[in-house]
């Protein structure tokens, strides 16, 4: 009876022994689970930015002009001989005559409504477009375009647009470099924080801008072009490390 007891104590000593090692074993997988699911979580996100300095390579010069009358032909004459002026000012700009189109023509008619019987009057608005890589050129004569209205010409809009075609080409060694001072970033952000920084969690590329070289900075615009030929592109890439 006491033997049987005494085996029975046994056993059950045996039992909680091995009860108290599965707790603690238990314990410390679970602890050292959360400690890496808890390193798992640490990461930092960084932007990297780069830019360029760049000239347009490309100038879209509108010239609109119209004129008003009750007769077509004086109208169109008229018109006409502001197309002559506009064309001669170009070329005396030293632009080729290829480098200049009739891009719109349209007539319109307008009704006086405080006289049911006056004539209705004829409005014709045309449009001529300089198209050239010489931007500097296009520069210098958009600067004198007054001239056009002392030669008679009636205009009602002149924009002009400065491009930079090239993108394609700075893409790669751009988006390279803000890479790179993204994983600066990490890396000083990592060292002062006592880590490491590990691999790439995620990653996103910003939008291209092309905007004035001088002025406000947009990373939502696009690649339009700009009132100015001195222009900057930037792209901000986004990434995600894991820090060690």
Not at 104 to 128: K, M, Q, Y
Not at 193 to 219: H, L, M, N, W
């Amino acid at each position: 009876m006491i033997k049987q007891l005494q085996d029975n104590r046994a056993v059950l000593l045996g039992a909680v022994a091995i009860f108290a090692f599965g707790l603690t074993a238990s314990g410390y997988v679970l602890g050292d689970g959360l400690r890496r699911a808890k390193m798992a979580e640490r990461s930092v996100t960084v932007r990297g930015v780069s830019e360029r300095d760049v000239t347009a390579d490309l100038a879209t010069w509108s010239i609109e002009f119209s004129h008003k009358g009750t007769d077509l032909a004086p109208v169109q004459q008229s018109v006409d001989a502001q197309a002559t002026a506009v064309r001669r000012f170009l070329q005396q700009s030293g632009f080729r005559a290829e480098d200049v189109t009739d891009s719109n023509i349209n007539v319109s008619r307008e009704h006086d409504p405080d006289n049911a019987a006056a004539p209705d009057r004829l409005i014709v608005r045309r449009t001529i477009q300089l198209r050239t890589g010489d931007v500097l050129k296009a520069r210098g004569a958009f600067a004198h375009q007054a001239e056009l209205l002392r030669d008679g010409v009636e205009m009602s809009a002149s924009d002009v647009a400065y491009v930079f075609t090239r993108l394609n080409a700075l893409k790669p060694d751009m988006i390279g470099e803000a890479n790179k001072n993204a994983r600066a970033s990490a890396e000083q952000f990592a060292e002062d924080s006592g880590a490491s920084v590990g691999g790439i969690k995620t990653a996103s590329q910003g939008y291209f801008s092309v905007g004035p070289r001088d002025g406000e900075q947009c990373e939502d615009c696009g690649s339009s072009g700009s009132n100015s030929p001195f222009q900057k592109v930037r792209v901000v890439t986004t990434i995600d490390y894991d820090l060690g």
